[in-house]
């Protein structure tokens, strides 16, 4: 393809199949100039390389009950691919491949793509990839398009899904299966590459052990996808897409700490996006230092109210009034409410009522919650009353996730800045701004790091289908080094795998990683935030660059949880 | 200041007058690589120069009247620096000068007093700037910092205005006049560069007027700032900080967009800043081509009300169902509400009745309300129509700013639109997304554009100053040519002038620069929307770049006003 159709836009792909979406598209300068970047491999991947099997594995809880659900994988070694002096794998064998993204976006998704599509044009010429559309769907009705150089090109180092889209679509019940295994069939496919989180990996290898123990040839290798950051391992040391949203949120979290320096009177309240676990928050905490941060498994740890939460950031408030500062940045994690215990209560208190009661004007119905839920419910601003009572979802529960917790905390801490001023303990401003960073983050253009990972991520991939290598995850690791000295293989998804009591029966699950309180990142934080609080140590880390002295560089929590000093 | 000082952090500069702000800081990477960034200066600043007048200048509108309020200053001619054998302003002149920061910030603003420090430095060695800190405040108060070398070092090429604070006051009465005289006389000013938008810099002719009436030598400069885009003319042709935002809002934008077109199913209502004027939206739209853009002016002039704004949303997104797509991205300025003429009457009639009327539960007070503001008042979303009952400022009217434009019109989409589907004319789905980007694009790094133009207006204002010019503005064009052919000068403030009456007096303003309807942006834009609207022509800049080939680009509004093609 010519730079001058890219730069002109109205990229037309050779190929029949074309997504709606690219197609029409014109690209921006560095869009374009993103496109020819080149992708540096791990080196054990630039030259011959046999793969070897590392000891029998078990499972990360419950080994027993994860034997008895995947008779055919427990055990799987993992497998780790070493440099040989020829190739061990037949150059000619012609591979058919599927490739599919599940769940939400992440930056890099489809250089993951580009990966496995060279990895298959330079060791296993002749195969053919297919692009699965729109999710885990797209393989039950076999909606699939043949991803050709032409069409993967314009994708190169771009972000978004939209080269083949994604969904959520789960294959769960057994009609789904039977539609997967046809797919497979119909398409006669050797390999299947799902790019996912948690949920779309245990699906992986469910998908796996169904095919094996129907004797198809299909395999199925599982990619770590998620922005949230919670699914890694000691094998699998990061999801590809956390450092790119990362970078963005903390681009725009910088850019808002210079203002509230400037202008000196407003307190802004981020929430970032991240509902299971607070990584993201940690990590923008590490790259900018704001004033609060709050982290969600901290708060849930301690068994903290959303009083103490509000207490603590009227504290700082506080305490930097008497300094001279009435102005902060304040960083909430998305799930901060999922923490706290005594919301959740609330909740499922409230869910009861509103669906068998009768909600009087007077508000005699308060007298059916709980002590400790109607003192909470008296303590949430009003706004967020009314919307407990009358949001609610198809199920007729409380929409959680709707409640914006950045105001809802902005209106708390005015209520009790105010009884301190009544009490003489506060003399300071406050005004409040809220923010919440959210899709701005999914899309972005991939960093150098997030291009480069899930090149080798898909590249890998490439390698275990070809091997012949089922119910592992692509494992990409030494990301502190250089690229070239980047280790990879595959780690058997059952041995990150426990399980789960749902409906009365043993469901695996492969555990979210949440922020540990005594790992590195945490620790750091933990060991700065006083200071932060009060001494205005802001950081404003800037735009994303791809290239010069700093577009090599690696986000906090990866660093720190393979033991660097940053 | 080494650098090792610069990458570890604790920047502590020399002097005693320290802005608590950066000089506790840390920099990130980008930032420290960006304060060595070479600013190069156009070629007729960097030669022996002399300053030649332009013929006799006249106002805005109303000449009669500006030249009863500004007897000293009115008819000046514009200034032009032009080349010369020898410099003919004395090189041992030891300048006093003052620089102040007015109203919001806007990148670049450090810049502009580097420029003129490095014009003392390298033109009048031995002269000294001070910096009035917080405003117009610091001058009426004398709270000022002289600015030196090691000071203002970590501030080049940095966003925000922490250098010096900025502030919202304006010098008005004739007290604050006399208060601004004795701060002139205290530091026995030979100059002042006022930095700021219309409002500051038709105080900073008042003032400029003031001083000569009073003989003090002081002369007043000013200098174009703000992201909004609104100050500008022929001989002034952007006001700086523009670029920066929009660049920065345009990142976000094309992420959103990305997100929109991968996960196939949210409307993305992005209401961007910008009260007075749409320039922002208008920007933004020709760098990402959104979906919808609503500019404000456009309203105003076919005096549309909220209802056709609406429709034509609800028009496209049904259209755009029709064709299959469920997602879109649709672009609001943050002062829409006030182009709409209905409504600024019904918030009139609101703000009477609740002034003097009992407000009934029953709604019987609503027949107070005119026919059309009761059918508008009907038309809004339950929510919006509270807040503008609820919601007071201190004069007990109703809060403008705080309506979210873009929550509103989402909530009066989709009751439009569940009409549609009753009467058949609509199937699809809608899920609206609200978005405020604002707070992040006033403080971001400056562009290299931004960073670029601050300098020379900066490096300008310092030989006006030098020049003994009073009552103009900072003026440096020829802006799509490479730096070193920009041209240099000053304009007449008084030039830039009308009146308009208030409390029966004439006063004089600056008129906002709006989106002119005929201008080259607005028709480029108008000439592709339908286009844009239907065939998903998105474009996501990505993050702003500082090396490469992509740093040097300029916006797109700029371009096309200077007739360029793009």
Known sequence: MSPSLVANGDLTPVTSGAVKGRVASVYSEVQTSRIDHALPLPSVLKKPFKIVDGPRSSAAGNPDEIAKLFPNLFGQPSAMLVPNNVNTLPADQKLKIGVVLSGGQAPGGHNVICGIYDYLQDRAKGS??????????GIMKCKYIELT????????????????????????????????????????????????????????????ENFRSKNLKTRVIGCPKTIDGDLKCKEVPASFGFDTACK??????????????????????VRLMGRAASHITLECALQTHPNVTIIGEEVAAKKQTLKNVTDYIVDVVCKRAALGYNYGVILIPEGLIDFIPEVQHLISELNEILANEVVDEAGLWKKKLATQSLQLFEFLPQAIQEQLMLERDPH?????AKIETEKMLIQMVETELEKRRQEGA???????QSHFFGYEGRCGLPTNFDASYCYALGYA????????????????????????????????????????????????????????????PFKKFASMRDEWATKNRYISPGPIQFTGPTSTAVNHTLLLELGAQV
Request: aromatic share 10%; with cysteine.
């Open 426 to 432: 506060y003399k300071g401003e406050f005004r409040g």
């Open 396 to 400: 007729g529960n409380v929409q959680v």
């Open 149 to 208: 150089s032409d069409y993967i090109y314009p994708y190169r180092n771009q972000g978004g899904f939209d080269m083949i889209c994604s969904g959520r679509d789960k294959i769960e019940t057994p009609e789904q299966f039977k539609q997967a295994e046809e797919t497979a069939l119909q398409l006669d496919l050797d390999g299947l590459l799902v790019i996912g989180g948690d949920d779309s990996n245990t699906n992986a290898c469910l998908l796996a």
């Open 461 to 520: 991939a490439g390698a275990l289908l070809h091997s012949g290598k089922t119910g592992l995850i692509s494992s990409v690791g030494n990301l502190a080094a250089p690229v070239e000295e980047w280790t990879v293989g595959g780690t058997a998804l059952t041995s990150l795998m426990d399980v789960e009591r749902r409906h009365g029966k043993f469901k695996p699950v492969i555990k979210k990683a949440m922020v540990e309180l005594d790992g590195a």
């Open 248 to 269: 963005i949120y903390a681009e725009m979290i910088g850019n808002v700490m210079i203002d509230a320096r400037s202008t000196g009177k407003y307190y802004h309240f």
């Open 128 to 137: 053919v990839l297919y692009g699965f559309r729109g999710g885990p769907a």
